[in-house]
């Protein structure tokens, strides 16, 4: 069965950094597009990054030229370098795989994603 799991949030200072984790198995990942999404506490789902199959990615406008997303096809494994990280950063992060490949509308609500993990919380505070 499909599986994600993710790792590496823990609490941060502010400018700081940390590289999350996302292992995979169950599907063909190195065929999918995957992305990170987060949810802070009493707010709605944000869309944050995605990476195509083939290693294009993408950027919500909140992350762009701080955070950096990649994979290792080889070991079904996704990442995500956050840095320069903001209080506004603190959330709890999932890997989730789009139903669809592109990068169409509606990526701030969980229906767009067939998969995801349990999540890894970030927390951002001096």
């Known amino acids: 069965q499909v599986q994600l799991v993710e790792s590496g949030g823990a609490l941060a200072q502010p400018g700081g950094s940390l590289r999350l984790s996302c292992a995979a198995s169950g599907f063909s990942f190195s065929s999918t597009y995957m992305s990170w999404v987060r949810q802070a506490p009493g707010k709605g789902l944000e869309w944050v990054s995605t990476?195509?199959?083939?290693?294009?990615?993408y950027y919500g406008d909140a992350v762009k030229g701080r955070f950096t997303i990649s994979r290792d096809n080889a070991n079904n494994m996704m990442y995500l370098q956050v840095s320069s990280l903001k209080v506004e950063d603190t959330a709890r992060y999932y890997c989730a795989r789009p139903k669809r490949i592109g990068l169409g509308s509606g990526r701030n609500d969980w229906s767009y994603y067939d998969y995801w993990g349990q999540g890894t919380q970030v927390t951002v505070s001096s």
């Open positions: 990476i195509a199959s083939g290693g294009r990615t």
